[in-house]
């Protein structure tokens, strides 16, 4: 077994083990469409249905994002007039080519009436899935009304979401409001009701025809799907008379929201010591249940010679900032072995063989990408105040969005012979101080308990 600091100095060393492990790949890091999917059938509206349809027709814009040199459409998605002067709303990941390589691609919007014109980005929320256009070239136009602060949505409240689904014309899904969206760091609604892929950016209206949210996104399942509540609207929309005619905000702007994000969603993790529970006689971090989903499996079979018991921890949603990366999240995992009638040495190359696997198994790239930066790995052995861990820290800066990190850590347990607990935090989109916070107790939590 390889030789282990010693227990009175290890407590003290292992944060100290830590921030060096992380600090050397902190410098070493910096140096360095369409949808295809099938669309689900919307049902014929009903009398409201059709009276809502018709009233909103002329407020109803279809986005789309166009290469510059052949304007061949890259994306498209649905996006609604708020006020008599052209602007619009619409969600971030239908304009988001038009914020990353403004010199490749350019906007245009498309009216039910088939007018066509061009579009200005005005502002963008890239942490709520939103953005305000300017319609050029128009009047004076109709236009939604928000509903009021003073009057909230009510548990199985009739709402309607209007968007263009499929690139197959505007359209009109009927639905009921369902609360809020559980564990998530952000309040988003619950619509049960049908959305399709094209309708992101579109409205959801109550029976007056009043915008409650903004259609962003499907779970999975046919009728159950999300919208972005009028809270973070509001500040988008004041944000957005305030730049007025200044020029349209760029990539740079997405920064500081990823900043602001993490140190949320950091703070939301760690504003009480994490969860912890038992697995099998350890204990490790799990979190608070009110953010993060967690599920478990255990293997035993009597023709094995060991044993297996994992969980596994999520945060349910993580910021688009384009279609090949997104950001801003937390996951871990952890697996218990027990491997008595496999033996001491064999135990040991078997729970070995899970740190190199945590890290490299996982298709982690040793290539720099766009946003990326090639990962810096280093390994130690650390203790906290109950068990000993060989610890690998991999970490990647972000290229296009400085002062944030990917950062990887598994941990295997190395002080037992036919037992050990291996753990994984995958960590994106952190500011250096925030993911070593959050490794810090995370590694904290792992103790045995028997």
Avoid at 83 to 99: E, P, R
Avoid at 288 to 302: I, N, T
Wanted: overall charge positive; proline content about 5%.
């Amino acid at each position: 077994m390889p030789l282990l600091f010693a227990r009175d100095r290890c407590r003290m060393a292992f944060a100290i083990t830590l921030a060096l492990m992380l600090g050397a790949q902190m410098a070493a890091a910096q140096t360095t469409s369409q949808s295809t999917s099938t669309p689900t059938p919307l049902p014929q509206p009903s009398a409201s249905g059709q009276r809502l349809f018709d009233a909103a027709r002329d407020k109803l814009v279809q986005v789309r994002i166009l290469t510059q040199l052949g304007g061949t459409q890259s994306t498209v998605g649905s996006g609604f007039l708020i006020d008599a002067k052209g602007t619009a709303l619409t969600n971030y990941h239908v304009i988001s080519n038009l914020v990353l390589e403004p010199e490749r691609y350019r906007a245009e919007y498309v009216g039910v009436d088939g007018k066509r014109g061009s579009v200005k980005l005005l502002s963008f929320d890239v942490i709520h899935d939103l953005a305000t256009v300017k319609l050029e070239g128009v009047a004076q136009l109709a236009h939604f009304n928000l509903r009021a602060e003073a009057e909230p949505l009510k548990q199985g409240e009739k709402i309607y979401s209007l968007g263009n689904p499929m690139d197959l014309g505007f359209a009109i899904s009927e639905g009921t409001y369902n609360g809020l969206v559980e564990r998530r760091l952000y309040d988003t609604i619950h619509f049960t009701g049908a959305l399709n892929p094209g309708m992101s950016g579109g409205p959801a209206v109550d029976e007056q025809g009043r915008v409650i949210g903004v259609n962003v996104a499907g779970t999975g399942g046919e009728l159950a799907n999300l919208l972005v509540p009028l809270r973070y609207v509001r500040p988008l929309l004041a944000k957005s008379t305030e730049n007025g005619g200044a020029s349209a905000p760029d990539k740079k702007s997405i920064t500081p929201q990823l900043l602001s994000h993490q140190d949320a969603m950091i703070g939301a993790l760690l504003a009480k010591p994490l969860m912890r529970q038992p697995l099998g006689p350890a204990t490790v971090a799990v979190g608070d249940d009110k953010l993060l989903r967690c599920w478990g499996q255990s293997s035993e079979k009597p023709d094995k010679p060991y044993r297996t018991e994992t969980t596994r921890c999520s945060l349910q949603s993580s910021l688009y900032i384009d279609r090949q990366f997104q950001t801003g999240t937390v996951s871990w995992d952890h697996t218990y072995r027990s491997g008595e009638k496999l033996g001491a040495m064999r135990f040991a190359a078997w729970h070995g063989k899970s740190l190199q696997s945590s890290v490299f198994g996982d298709g982690l790239s040793l290539k720099p990408t766009r946003y990326l930066t090639r990962p810096h790995c280093r390994e130690n052995y650390v203790e906290n105040a109950a068990t000993a861990m060989h610890v690998s820290v991999c970490t990647r800066a972000h290229r296009e969005f400085s002062g944030l990190f990917d950062m990887k850590i598994s941990a295997t347990s190395v002080d037992r012979s036919t037992e050990g607990v291996s753990s994984n935090l995958d960590i994106r989109g952190v500011s250096f101080e925030n993911g070593q916070r959050l490794m810090r107790s995370f590694l904290e939590a792992t103790t045995w308990t028997k």
